[in-house]
C-alpha cells in the first residue's frame, strides 16, 4: 500500500494489498485485504473497464449512459501474474495491476509506450451525511499531454489546467468559464505524444474533473456518490476514441428527416396565430429557405403541457397542415413541470397513479415554473415513460406537429437558490431507488427519452424530431440539443463555436446554439456572423427571448438579410454534404464537426486550435468573430486546400490572414474532393430535380468522397434502400479519373450530375463515360470547367490540355 499521509488525514482511504484474483470470462476481479475489489471488464480489445466497490461486493450494474447495443468483443485476451502486479494483455492494451496498491499503467500493445498511469490511483472518503463514498481517481498528467470534451463546456477546446463540474444546471446568460451549465457528459479524451486515449466516468452523482489546475502533473476526477466506475478508451487516433466513446454511449437510433437539418426560426414566443402566418410568410415572400417554425410555451393554455391556448390558436390542426402546406414543420415546446390543477386531465392522471417524484418523507416535489407551482413526473421510472410517451399522442397524430423541443428539465425550479429539486428528492432509476443527488444528472435525459418513444411511436412511418436542453451522456441517441440560454454578444459567439466543437467530440454532433443570441438583441453584423457559423451546425436554429426586439433575418435591414440569405442557402445547397456526414455518424460514431486537433493529432500545432473546425471531412471552417473586421487570421491545418469563393489554393501547416468581408467568411475545400449540391430550395422537399451538382477541386493524387441518399424520412433506408455512393478522384497532370461506386437499393430523384471542376490545370479536350468517348461540345456546353453527365456512371476518364 502507497502511504500517502497527507491524504489520509484529510480522510482518504486507499485500497491494501491485493489477496485473491478471479477470472470470469472477459472479466477479472481483484481482491484486497481490506475489501476493496476491482473489477476489470475487457469490452474491446481497446475499451477496458474498470470498476471499484470498497465494500467487497458490487451493487447492480445499472447504466442510463451504456447501450445495450454497443458491441462488445475482443480477439485476444491474456492475464499473466508476476512478482509485483498482474498483466492483462489484450490486442492493442497491456494493463497492469499493481499488487500492492491496485493502481493501474496502461501500455500500447504494440510500441510498448506507456499511454496512462495511476497517480495514487482509486481512493476514497466515506460519507458519513449521506453513506457510501466520494470516490475519486488520480492520473498522471504527462508531460505535454491535452485534453478536451466534456460536453458544453464554454471554454477553449483544450481544458489542460483548468477544473470542471457535472451537474446539469439552468443556466440563463452564462457566459465564458460558467461552470456546470446545462448538460452533464462525464468524458474526455487525452492526447499526448501523438496517442490518444478517453475516458468515460460513467457516474451520474456530481462529478468533477481536474485536468492539472490543482497539481500540475496530476489529472484527477471523483464524484460526490455512487461507484468508481470509468471506460478506458485507446485510440490512438482521436476520431477512434471518440468513435469508440459514441458506439458506448448510442448513435442516434434513425437519422433525422432531412427537413431538420434544414433552418429553423424560433422565437419566445410567436403568438397568435396571425403572427406565426406572419412569420412564415415573410420568410416565403423574402426567399429566405425555412424548414421549422417553433411555438414556445404560449401556445398553452396557462403553461399546462398538451394543452393549447384556443383565443389564440383556435384551430391548431388546422394551422399546423396549412403550415405544412407552405413546407413549414410545426415544432412545439413540452416542459416536465406539470401544473397542479385537479381539473387538469394530465395533472389529474399522473397524480391518481402515482407518476410523481417525491421528497424523502413522502410529500410531492413541488416547485415553481412558468405555469406555477408545479409536480414534475419521474422520468426515470419506466411505467412514467410510457405514459409520458402516450401524451403526444393527439398533438403528433391528430394535429400534426412534427417536432417536440423539451426544456427546463434540468429540472429547473425557479425561486430556490439551488435553481433544482433539493437532495432528497426519491426516483425510481429503472429499479434502483435513489435519491436526486444520483437521478439529478439523468432526469432531462430521461424525459427527452420518453418524448422520443412517443414521437416514435405517432409520427410513424415518419422520424421523430426532439431537442432537449439538458442531458447526460447518451442522451445523443434520442434527441438533438441546443446550448440553452445564450447572450446576443460576440463572446457568446466564440462560445457556441467551441460548444458545438466540444459537443461532436463528446459523442453529440446533433447539436447548435441559438443563432443571434437568446438574451438581449444583437446588431445586424453580429447576427449575420453568427449565422455564417450557424449553418455549419447540424442543429441550425434561430432563437431569441424576444424581450430586445425582433430576430427574424429580415429585422437588421437588406444588406444583412441578403448575407443571411446567402448563407442559409448555401446550407441548403450543401444538405447532401451534412446527410453523408450524419450518415457516418449515426453508423461509425465519427462527428459531424472536427475540431482541428481530432483532424489532424499529428500536427501539435492543432493541440490548442479552438477556432477552425472541419465540417464533415472536407470543409474547412472559421467563423469571424469579431466585429468591423475585413478579415481574420486563422490557421490552415496541413494539405492544400481551395478558397471556397476565390478557388485560390493555400498550402496548410501553417497561420494566414484570410479576406472575408461582412458577406463572406473563411471557408476551404480540401484538394481532391468532391462536394455534391441541391439547388436552393425554400424548403426541403419544395423541388423536384433530376440533377445534382458534383463539385470537384483538382488534385495531383488521389481522394475519396462519399454522398449518401435515402427518401429523406421513414425507415426504408434501414432495410436497404439507401444509395451510398463513393467517388474515387485521381487527378494527373493532364488527366483526371472519377471512379464511381454505388451501394443500396435506393435510386435518388436525380439522375443527372453536373459536375464542376475547380483549378483544373488544363482545358478538358475529351472525355469518356464507362469507356465510351462522348461528344465534349454537347456535354458541356463548351464551358471549359464543367461537364453534364446524364447516367450513373462507374468512371469518367477526362483528358485535357494545358
Ligand atoms: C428557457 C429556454 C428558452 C425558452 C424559454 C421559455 O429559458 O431555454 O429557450 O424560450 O425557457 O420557454
Known sequence: MIVNTELEQKGNLFPSEIIKYKKVVDTLYFTTKNNVILQVTVVRDSVIRFRYTTTG??????????????????????????????????????????????????YDALDLKLINEDELGFHWEESYEFGGDIVKMSKVCQRAESYYGLGDKPVGVNMKGKR????????????????????????????????????????????????????????????????MNYYFIYGPKMEDVVANYTDLTGKPHALPPLWALGFHQCKWSYFPESEVKEITNTFRKLQIPCDAIYLDID??????????????????KRMVKELENDGFKTVVIIDPGIKIDLEYDVFKEALDKDYFCKRADGPYMKGKVWPGECYFPDYTKPEVREWWSELFKELIEDIGV????????????????????????????????????????VYGMQMARATYHGLKKFAYPK???????????????????????????????WIANVQAQRMAMSGFSFAGSDIGGFAE??????????????????????????????????????????????????????????????????????????????FDQEDVHTHYRSDEFVYGDKILVCPVLEPNTKGRRMYIPRGNWYNFWTDEMVEGGKEM???????????????????PKYPVQQY??????????????????????KLYDDAHDGYDYKKGRYSLRTFKFTGKENEIILQQHKEGKFDAQYSNFRIVFHNLPFKITSFEIDNVKVDLQESNGNKHQEILVEKSFTEIHLFGDE
Open 57 to 106: 461486493k458490487f451493487d447492480n450494474d445499472f447504466s442510463y449512459g451504456i447501450t445495450i447495443h454497443a458491441s462488445r468483443g475482443y480477439n485476444f485476451l491474456e492475464v499473466t501474474e508476476e512478482e509485483t502486479h498482474y498483466v492483462i494483455k489484450t490486442s492493442k492494451l497491456i494493463c497492469k495491476v499493481e499488487k500492492l496498491s491496485l493502481q493501474i499503467k496502461i
Open 164 to 227: 470542471f463540474e457535472n451537474w446539469v444546471t439552468d443556466s440563463y446568460a452564462f457566459g465564458k468559464d460558467t461552470d456546470p451549465i446545462y448538460k452533464a457528459i462525464p468524458f474526455y479524451t487525452a492526447i499526448q505524444d501523438n496517442k490518444s486515449y478517453g475516458i468515460f466516468f460513467d457516474n451520474t452523482f456530481k462529478t468533477h474533473f481536474d485536468f492539472g489546475q490543482e497539481r500540475r502533473n496530476v489529472t484527477s476526477f471523483w464524484a460526490q456518490g455512487g461507484e
Open 299 to 316: 401556445y398553452m393554455d396557462g403553461f399546462r403541457c398538451f394543452t393549447w391556448d384556443k383565443n389564440h390558436f383556435p384551430d391548431p
Open 402 to 441: 412534427k417536432g417536440v423541443w423539451n426544456d427546463m428539465n434540468e429540472p429547473a425550479v425557479m425561486e430556490v437558490p439551488n435553481k433544482t429539486f433539493p437532495d432528497d428528492v426519491r426516483h425510481d432509476f429503472d429499479g434502483n431507488p435513489c435519491s436526486h443527488r444520483k437521478a439529478h444528472n
Open 463 to 493: 422520424r421523430p424530431f426532439v431537442i432537449t436542453r439538458a442531458a447526460y451522456s447518451g442522451t445523443q441517441r434520442y434527441t438533438s440539443t441546443w446550448m440553452g440560454d445564450n447572450v446576443a454578444t460576440w463572446e457568446h459567439l
Open 521 to 598: 438583441q444583437p446588431q445586424g453584423e453580429l447576427f449575420a456572423r453568427w449565422i455564417q457559423l450557424g449553418v455549419f451546425h447540424a442543429f441550425c436554429r434561430v432563437h431569441s427571448s424576444g424581450d430586445h426586439g425582433d430576430q427574424e433575418p429580415w429585422v437588421f435591414g437588406t444588406e444583412i438579410t441578403d448575407i443571411v440569405r446567402k448563407f442559409i442557402e448555401l446550407r441548403y445547397q450543401l444538405l447532401p454534404y451534412l446527410y453523408t456526414a450524419f450518415w457516418d455518424y449515426i453508423n461509425d460514431g465519427i462527428p459531424i464537426l472536427k475540431s482541428l486537433v481530432l
Open 657 to 675: 490572414w484570410v479576406d472575408a468581408d461582412l458577406d463572406s467568411m473563411p471557408i476551404f475545400i480540401k484538394e481532391g474532393a468532391v462536394i
Open 684 to 705: 426541403v422537399g419544395e423541388k423536384q430535380f433530376n440533377e445534382i451538382t458534383l463539385d470537384v477541386y483538382y488534385k495531383v493524387g488521389k481522394e475519396t468522397s
